[in-house]
């Protein structure tokens, strides 16, 4: 799409686009380039020489258990973070799409937790299961269950899956508002007359119209939980029991700034940036389709 | 609605409210936390309505912070998050909204490159590149600044993407008026565009002061001053290790601080954030 009237300057449209590209360069490609740049090196203990190894560190990556285990980790994380925190706000917004009364007050008290940074969600979320002051501990024990999730892998799984799907409900569930509310009236009318119940009308008619959003939504949410949920890992697990929550964005900030691995970081950095570009492709292309509809 | 099925509408009520119920359970948590003293904390179950220690737990951190973990007033904290959201925002609407007009408004050589650049770094998140942009911001003298805690996280695609997918929607006869009477593009800019411009803003600001606010991982690697910490990264900071020597009364009244000020920004400002939320995901 292109402006037909457009003004004419031999400097202006510089000058203007300026500030945002040097920006861009100096903040992202650069550092970028060097990650890049990085990942093909391998440093001396002492940081002082380094020696260009072609694939050698990502070979090393690949044959690390550790990473290995990472990997799996983030699929785990994300693709509960993505199921549940979905499955939640889809109930949620088919409720409120259906009351009229108190609509605007339920819908306020159901989107603030989206102000609330990742790290303090899980600050609360960790208090409330806190292996010996904790509330919810205390009412687990009531029913027998010993819950310390600084001790056991699955609870620290748990932990942080909870804390992460609490921050993200509302996101969801005002996307899957808009959704429901664009589904038109006649279709379920129509249904409706024909005898469906509410029920059936969900799963043949809404349902399917809302598949865009969904699909949208999971792309957003398997974002969200390989990078923004790092807040929540490093205020609450930070990576562990053994490792058990390190996601893989979280171990490019460990090897990185606690162990100092310039180039295993720089590598991993490189996959991440591979990751990315995969899934912002499939949320263009999913875009495009949009459009089509 | 289609037909009127009374006990539906009731089970829709049950669900909301259970789901609020749970939403807002963590926070009442907190809260009651923050009213209370220590000793009352560690004395399992901890009491759950909110005792009378209010104000005193609050002076405290916002004065004082706390006294095992890191000792700088949340005030100070709270200033500085304040400071890094409004700079964040306002310096993202400004540098995306030329960038835009430039995009939009001009032909001229290397803008379809100029466009391609700025959108690719949708693809560099600073998750994945933290070390090398630490290191280009510590080169520049930026540690421990409101510069480096800002200007890294300043430009953004999909700001200027929504400028621009805003602008492209005007229609070209004003900028035809505006030629034909003589105005030079900047008049344009500030008189026409800018004016147009207010609700996209409004949504931009609410969604990036949020964004802003709530940065983690970035005032993490680069402020080591005390002076320096956002309320989030204080929170953190206080938190020991071990359950017994946090003073979770003083971090939980830090956690209602740091979350009351984008909480009321959403709510209160609700009709933008919705419409902010919707439109830079398109």
Do not use: C
Request: without cysteine; glycine residues 6%.
């Amino acid at each position: 799409m292109e402006k037909r009237v457009v003004f004419r300057s031999a400097w202006l449209p510089y000058a203007l686009i300026a500030p945002q590209i040097a920006i861009t360069i100096v903040f992202f490609f650069l550092p970028a380039a060097q990650a890049i740049w990085f990942s093909f090196l391998v440093q001396d203990a002492f940081g002082i020489s380094s020696e260009f190894v072609g694939l050698q560190n990502f070979r090393q990556l690949f044959d690390d258990e550790h990473y290995l285990l990472s990997f799996k980790t983030t699929a785990v994380f994300s693709v509960l973070v993505a199921s549940i925190g979905i499955g939640v706000s889809l109930v949620l917004a088919t409720a409120a799409d259906r009351v009229i009364r108190g609509a605007l007050a339920y819908k306020t008290l159901l989107i603030w937790p989206y102000a609330v940074a990742p790290a303090v969600a899980g600050v609360l979320w960790a208090f409330l299961f806190a292996p010996s002051v904790g509330i919810i501990t205390f009412a687990l024990k009531q029913f027998g269950i010993e819950w310390n999730w600084v001790l056991q892998e699955d609870q620290a799984m748990t932990l942080v899956v909870i804390a992460s799907i609490w921050k993200q409900i509302s996101y969801n569930f005002l996307f899957f508002l808009a959704g429901l509310q664009s589904v038109p009236r006649s279709l379920i009318e129509a249904a409706a007359i024909d005898g469906a119940s509410p029920f059936r009308r969900f799963w043949t008619i809404v349902f399917p119209l809302l598949s865009p959003t969904t699909f949208f939504l999971l792309v957003v949410n398997i974002v969200y939980a390989f990078f923004d949920t790092f807040g929540v890992i490093d205020a609450t697990t930070q990576g562990g029991p053994a490792g058990a929550t390190q996601i893989l964005v979280y171990k490019v900030y460990h090897d990185g700034v606690k162990s100092a691995d310039l180039g295993g970081s720089s590598t991993q950095s490189v996959i991440l940036m591979i990751i990315v570009i995969a899934l912002t492709v499939a949320q263009f292309r999913f875009i495009e389709r949009k459009v089509q509809y | 609605m289609v037909e009127n099925r009374p006990w539906l509408t009731l089970w829709s009520h049950g669900v909301l409210l259970t789901g609020i119920a749970l939403i807002a359970f963590p926070l009442y948590i907190t809260f009651v936390a923050s009213t209370r003293t220590l000793e009352e904390i560690l004395q399992v179950p901890m009491p759950l309505v909110p005792g009378p220690h209010f104000w005193e737990n609050y002076s405290q951190v916002l004065t004082a912070g706390t006294t095992r973990g890191a000792a700088a007033p949340v005030g100070q904290m709270m200033l500085n998050s304040l400071i890094m959201a409004l700079v964040i925002a306002f310096g993202k609407i400004a540098i995306s909204i030329i960038a835009s007009f430039a995009i939009v408004y001009f032909r001229f050589p290397l803008r379809t490159f100029f466009f391609w650049m700025i959108f690719v770094t949708l693809m560099l998140p600073v998750e994945v590149r933290i070390i090398p942009t630490f290191k280009v911001v510590s080169d520049l003298g930026m540690l421990n600044s409101y510069v480096g805690l800002t200007l890294p996280l300043i430009a953004s695609a999909t700001a200027t993407f929504l400028f621009r997918q805003f602008f492209m929607t005007v229609p070209d006869e004003l900028a035809e008026a505006a030629r034909v009477d003589g105005a030079g593009p900047m008049r344009f800019f500030w008189d026409v565009l800018v004016p147009l411009s207010k609700t996209s803003m409004a949504a931009l600001f609410v969604i990036q002061f949020i964004y802003g606010w709530n940065q983690y991982l970035w005032p993490l690697l680069i402020t080591t001053d005390e002076s320096m910490y956002t309320a989030v990264i204080g929170i953190k900071r206080m938190i020991v290790g071990g359950d017994a020597l946090t003073e979770w009364h003083l971090v939980m009244a830090t956690a209602v601080l740091a979350l009351v000020p984008p909480a009321l920004v959403v709510m209160l400002m609700q009709k933008w954030f919705v419409k902010g939320l919707v439109e830079t995901e398109k």
